[in-house]
């Protein structure tokens, strides 16, 4: 059976610079995958290459086992790839509904039951539904792109540094609610907060200086001292 | 002063400056150096417009106002009282006045809003003012308009050349100045991300209130000298077409670079010059202004941030691989 | 009491046309946020292209279909060539789409003559009927008809459907809205192209009603849109209708009542809007 998503040497650039030199890695259905790495290891660089936003220049990527490659990101998105950018690209004139209903592909039974649990995820948009998007709290905007992410029947969700600048309490409730949704779909996640990351991923990824240079089970990592102290600076 | 700290491109401009002051003692023709007064009223009236739109990013469709207050203001001052040097003088006090109240009045109103209402309020207000020049026929001789004399001093096209030469040099490094200093820089911050420079703690509503009045009085100021070189008035100096004039001079010459602005007003100026008169030579040429909208869509694609803004860049992209 | 009727079926009848101009600026200027000046050129293209065919072919609802067909037409040209590489800018949108507009309002001129045209509306929709006093006559009838079947078609779309959501969030994330499974170029040209149309479409019912075009009426009509799209509180329908409407309305009473200030009329009531309600009046939020 071949991998659900899958990067064979992958390159990519940003302008004329290269950023990505050999990106490889496999996500099996139903784990959370994470990419570990340090800030411009091109880990950012390797999501927005999958959802099609920078232009991939070498090697291939497949999803179900069909090339994405040369496709348009609202095709790749069609394809039921959901995307969680670093800086949640919330749309900040929008109400929280009205960003939610931009998002929702269709309006049937099945989307209105995601949005309930959602809801029931996190309070915090029901409440501030008619609120702008901008003026939500760093963590309410998070949970507003997870859920956006969502809402539709996506396959894989891509979802870059969900902890990023957010107070401790409202990571875990962030990390809390990725463990939920871990059950319905698969997840790819960037992640600095290794405690985080290794909370809830299956299997890992190092990128380093663009290219992908160690991999394994997460809970082997935990024991590697060595390794989490060469491409993480952890001791 | 050490002279060593005065940039080098201070130096150039001061010598362009210099050149403007010798070419009327070489060229004497009365038309062409009317076309170059033009330029000078023109390029004062652009760089006025370039505080706004390029140094903090404020759309206005109605800058003409300042112009036909100052314009306005003049001829009827020089119609009412002796026409003396003082009376000039009170012409640019009274059109300084008029301009920066009620560009004063309009900022406060709307400079808080988004950039559209700026633009609608102003674009409103120069059509009251022209409205109002057509009615109050008692003063302003309605569309008519009127004649009037000036002292002599002025009437010579050789004074009035260095007068406007000595203005335009004058408020350029004025205005330089002003937008290279701290004010300056805050004025950028606020067209480049204006959240970001409220939240710094700056009165963000404070800056642009200060530079649309800057903006006016200058324009108001423009507008004394246009009308000086024409000694004639109607209410054409309130028409929308001068604004979008000036829009374009201070657009093609390349926003936020003061110089550009000066540039443009050339460009469109000699451009009105010669290509209407080129309906003369070919039947083809009556529809000039096709051409001339074709150079506007041909200058946004070939010089997206105007021609001073772009060979800036590529002079900085060029300098940067050499040293590489 | 006659005066009064006739005064406001006047002011509703111009003030359904400028509507119809608006509308389509509502999508471009409101919702896309492109500052169009190019938008007259497209409304006399209208007017030329329908009365053209109209004359030629002796049907006022070909007219009407030619002049939407090549509103669609001009707005794919404007769209892909001139405004897609410049959203998001708009100094370089006024100078751009000007340049455009004075290409297209010459090239009438080569096209159809610099002379004024005279038009008059078909046998059917001509003349009058006389309700008690009052004279109601029958093509301002039929433009109001028009200008609320548009209006009732764009509001229920936007209200029952995301484009509206879509566009405006398209122009503050293209790359969200992207991600999200929108194909946004493609939304932004046939919003354009619609708005073109609408164009288009009231530069011929115009036509009609003035009785003669010529090729500068573009650029006066265009800021009479623009106004009208500020003070309705930028790009939403209603807005734009009741905008037009009131400015159409204070027109007709204006230039009857007080005929010297009628000049004024625009200017004056925008700024008052400006003054005392700077969101416009019906504004998104």
Redesign the interface.
């Given at each position: 059976m071949s991998d659900f998503l899958e990067l064979r040497h992958m390159k990519a650039n940003i302008e004329q610079y290269h950023i990505l030199h050999d990106i490889t890695f496999r996500v099996p259905k139903g784990e959370v995958t994470v990419l570990l790495g340090r800030n411009g290891a091109g880990k950012t660089t390797t999501l927005r290459s999958i959802?099609g936003?920078n232009p991939v220049v070498g090697g291939s990527l497949t999803f179900k086992g069909e090339s994405i490659r040369n496709l348009?990101?609202?095709q790749i998105?069609?394809k039921g790839i959901g995307?969680v950018?670093e800086d949640q690209?919330i749309?900040?004139?929008?109400?929280v509904g009205?960003?939610m209903?931009?998002?929702?592909?269709k309006e049937n039974g099945e989307t209105k039951a995601r949005m309930e649990w959602i809801l029931d995820l996190f309070p915090d948009l029901k409440k501030f539904w008619n609120k702008?998007g901008g003026q939500l709290s760093g963590g309410q905007k998070q949970m507003l792109a997870i859920s956006?992410a969502y809402v539709?029947d996506n396959e894989l969700l891509l979802i870059d540094e969900p902890s990023k600048g957010l107070a401790p309490i409202v990571v875990e409730k962030v990390m809390e609610s990725i463990h939920q949704m871990k059950e319905q779909t698969t997840i790819v996640l960037v992640e600095q907060n290794f405690m985080m990351a290794s909370g809830i991923g299956d299997r890992f990824y190092i990128i380093d200086d663009g290219q992908t240079v160690q991999s394994g089970q997460m809970n082997e990592l935990k024991q590697d001292g060595v390794l989490l102290q060469k491409y993480l600076g952890i001791s | 002063m050490n002279l060593r700290t005065i940039e080098k491109s201070t130096w150039v401009y001061l010598a362009i400056a210099f050149l403007l002051f010798v070419v009327p003692f070489l060229v004497t023709g009365r038309s062409i150096q009317f076309l170059i007064i033009q330029i000078f009223v023109f390029g004062i009236f652009a760089m006025s417009y370039d505080l706004l739109?390029g140094y903090t990013g404020i759309?206005s469709f109605g800058h003409v106002m300042f112009f036909g207050v100052g314009a306005y203001s003049t001829a009827v001052l020089f119609d009412r009282f002796e026409p003396t040097i003082f009376t000039f003088g009170l012409a640019i006090l009274v059109s300084a006045i008029i301009a920066g109240v009620v560009s004063f009045i309009v900022g406060i109103?709307?400079l808080r809003?988004k950039?559209?209402?700026y633009a609608?309020?102003t674009?409103?207000?120069a059509?009251?003012f022209l409205?109002?020049a057509?009615?109050w026929r008692k003063v302003t001789g309605g569309s008519d308009g009127f004649t009037f004399g000036l002292p002599d001093m002025l009437r010579d096209s050789f004074t009035l050349y260095m007068l406007s030469a000595l203005s335009l040099v004058l408020l350029f490094f004025g205005l330089r100045r002003m937008t290279k200093s701290p004010f300056g820089k805050v004025l950028v911050a606020i067209r480049e991300n204006e959240s970001r420079t409220e939240s710094l703690g700056y009165q963000v509503l404070h800056y642009k209130v200060i530079v649309s009045v800057v903006s006016g009085v200058v324009a108001s100021y423009s507008g004394v000298l246009y009308i000086l070189s024409l000694r004639f008035v109607d209410t054409s100096v309130f028409a929308?077409d001068l604004t979008?004039d000036v829009?374009?001079m201070t657009?093609?010459g390349g926003?936020g670079t003061l110089i550009g602005p000066i540039i443009g007003a050339s460009l469109i100026e000699f451009a009105h010059h010669w290509l209407s008169d080129l309906s003369d030579v070919h039947w083809l040429f009556e529809?000039w202004?096709?051409l001339?909208?074709?150079?506007?869509?041909l200058?946004?694609?070939f010089f997206?941030k105007g021609i001073v803004g772009t060979l800036a860049d590529r002079y900085i992209r060029w300098r940067a691989r050499r040293t590489e | 009491m006659d005066v009064l009727v006739s005064l406001a079926v006047n002011g509703l009848a111009t003030g359904m046309l400028i509507f119809l101009l608006a509308a389509g600026l509502t999508l471009i200027f409101g919702l896309m946020d492109v500052l169009n000046f190019a938008h007259g050129g497209l409304f006399i293209w209208g007017a030329y292209t329908g009365v053209w065919a109209y004359h030629m072919t002796d049907s006022f609802l070909l007219g009407i279909g030619t002049a939407i067909v090549i509103g669609l037409a001009l707005g794919l040209v404007t769209e892909r060539l001139?405004v897609r590489?410049?959203y998001g800018s708009?100094?370089?949108q006024?100078?751009?789409t000007?340049?455009?507009?004075?290409?297209l309002?010459?090239?009438i001129?080569?096209v159809f003559g610099p002379d004024q045209k005279v038009v008059s509306p078909p046998s059917y929709l001509e003349g009058s009927f006389v309700v008690g006093d009052i004279v109601f006559i029958n093509y301002r009838l039929f433009i109001i008809v028009i200008g609320l079947v548009i209006f009732f078609a764009f509001y229920y779309l936007f209200k029952k459907t995301?484009v509206g959501?879509?566009v405006?969030?398209g122009v503050?994330?293209k790359?969200?809205?992207?991600?999200?499974?929108?194909?946004?170029k493609l939304v932004f040209m046939l919003v354009f192209m619609v708005g073109a149309a609408l164009a288009a479409l009231s530069g011929m019912l115009h036509a009609a009603y003035s009785g003669v075009i010529y090729a500068e009426m573009g650029l006066e009509f265009s800021?009479l849109a623009?106004?009208v799209v500020?003070i309705g509180g930028?790009g939403n329908f209603k807005g734009s209708l009741f905008a037009a409407l009131l400015v159409g309305l204070t027109q007709a009473f204006m230039a009857y009542y007080v005929p010297?200030l009628s000049?004024?009329t625009?200017?004056?009531l925008?700024?008052i809007v400006?003054?005392f309600r700077?969101?416009g009046l019906f504004a998104l939020?």
């Open positions: 959802m936003l348009k990101p609202h998105a069609n995307y950018p690209g749309f900040y004139d929008l109400t009205e960003n209903r931009v998002a929702m592909k702008p956006r539709n | 739109l759309i109103l709307t809003l950039s559209h209402f609608m309020l674009l409103a207000l059509g009251l409205v109002g057509e009615k929308t979008i829009l374009l657009i093609i926003v529809r202004i096709i001339y909208g074709t150079i506007f869509i200058i946004v694609v997206p | 001139i590489p410049v708009h100094v370089q006024i100078l751009i000007l340049g455009f507009m004075l290409v309002q010459e090239c001129k080569v995301r959501l879509i405006r969030a503050m994330n790359e969200m809205i992207q991600s999200l499974g929108i194909n946004i800021i623009f106004i500020v930028m010297a000049l004024a625009n200017m004056l925008m700024a400006l003054v700077p969101q939020r």
